[in-house]
């Protein structure tokens, strides 16, 4: 994990899920990365014989890429954290594997003070392996 990741979220191993992200001043896409290695703490029993990374696990990866560039782009203050709400439309078309270099496409619908609404995709080389949206409430940590 990079620092920068680090400083944008309050996630820390074993549940840190994004390696870098970046956001174009353009258009505001999102986009971040994600390498799955064969050491991540749910393979011994997802599934001991053949893993396969959890598809909440993708979805909890497009949804930290999101809020690790909201706090990039200074959309939120320092002190707010967000927290999943409800999670819509989730698919999931491929197998994300041990090894599979994760490309996330994020994108915002919706923020305010109190509610982030985002989408997204989550890509293994040009194959689609999952996508989804959801709802994060966002407030102080007393105040969740």
Not at 50 to 60: A, R, W
Not at 108 to 116: C, E, W
Request: glycine share 8%; proline share 4%; hydrophobic share 40%.
């Amino acid at each position: 994990m990079s620092e920068e990741i680090k400083k944008l979220l309050p996630h820390r191993d074993p549940f840190l899920f994004v390696d870098t992200v970046e956001v174009s001043a353009e258009d505001g896409k999102i986009t971040g990365y994600r390498t799955f290695t064969e050491n991540e703490f749910f393979f011994k029993g997802h599934f001991p014989e053949y893993p396969v990374v959890p598809g909440v696990i993708l979805i909890e990866t497009m949804a930290q890429c999101g809020g690790a560039a909201i706090k990039k782009e200074g959309k939120l203050g320092d002190d707010k954290l967000f927290f999943l709400a409800t999670v819509e439309k989730a698919k999931f078309r491929r197998q994300v594997r041990p090894g599979d270099k994760v490309r996330l496409e994020v994108e915002n619908i919706r923020i305010s003070a109190s509610m982030i609404k985002q989408a997204g995709k989550a890509y293994v080389g040009d194959e689609l392996a999952a996508e989804a949206s959801w709802l994060c409430l966002v407030g102080s940590a007393d105040s969740l």
